[in-house]
């Protein structure tokens, strides 16, 4: 009776758990065959949305799918929430007068970004497009070329210091190439820069909370450079 009564417990106890995940899908999609590469080609080829990151979303989908812990991605809590946004803020508005002042006169980008021009003074775009920065790039570029990739590339090339520079410097290639069909040859050249700043960064700390809120802050920056008819007085600060 006591042996009966065990085995009942014991088959309502696993009938009380929930269904396990298919472990051959999850290895399948950690691993480097078909399925893995699929799946890793759909993240990053995941076409840009309005108030949809569906970068991130894919990001977010795959790790639960595969298994894999957030925090493998990037995912951890800061040890201190207000250092890191403070940080992220003034890094992010500071790398942008940078990039802006310094590094894209000398590679003799054009003072206005086209692209973003109708933006001047233009109140009723703004909050429209400053959603779309910190969702569309601040999360999901940095999910997916930062937290994502640099996951799939360590399992693939392992922890030793040249595997990380060269994790640095393909995340920051496959970055850069990803700016051209909207923003051209200067929206290349500027990517350039960013990617190996937070690349950099992200590898120092594997953390992604302060690169994306620093990724978030410098694209808030370029539009209030923008909207406020700044870009030509910044672009000559010292150079002319």
Do not use: C
């Not at 840009?48 to 979303?57: D, K, T, W």
């Not at 109140?123 to 400053?130: G, H, Q, R, T, Y």
């Not at 393909?170 to 960013?194: C, I, K, R, S, W």
């Not at 920056?221 to 672009?235: D, H, K, P, Q, V």
């Amino acid at each position: 009776m006591t042996s009966e009564a065990g085995r009942s417990d014991s088959a309502g106890a696993r009938g009380a758990e929930p269904a396990p995940r298919d472990d051959a899908l999850a290895t399948s999609l950690r691993g480097f065959g078909p399925v893995g590469i699929f799946a890793a080609l759909v993240v990053l080829l995941m076409p840009s949305a309005p108030f949809l990151p569906l970068r991130g979303i894919a990001v977010l989908v795959w790790a639960r799918l595969s298994g894999t812990p957030l925090r493998a991605l990037g995912f951890s809590r800061p040890r201190h929430w207000a250092l890191t946004i403070l940080g992220g803020i003034l890094f992010g508005v500071a790398f942008k007068l940078f990039m802006k002042s310094v590094v894209m006169p000398l590679f003799g980008a054009p003072v206005e970004n086209s692209e973003y021009h109708d933006l001047v003074g233009n109140a009723a775009a703004l909050p429209s497009v400053i959603a779309v920065m910190v969702l569309n790039a601040g999360f999901g570029e940095e999910a997916a070329f930062r937290g994502f990739l640099f996951e799939r590339l360590g399992r693939l090339l392992g922890p030793r210091p040249w595997a990380t520079v060269t994790i640095v410097l393909v995340t920051t290639a496959l970055f850069a190439l990803g700016h051209y069909v909207n923003l051209g040859l200067p929206g290349v050249e500027q990517a350039l820069f960013t990617g190996l700043a937070f690349g950099t960064i992200y590898a120092l700390t594997r953390r992604l909370w302060l690169v994306m809120i620093a990724h978030a802050v410098f694209d808030v920056t370029a539009i209030a450079i923008i909207y406020w008819g700044l870009e030509a007085r910044i672009a000559h600060l010292f150079f002319k």
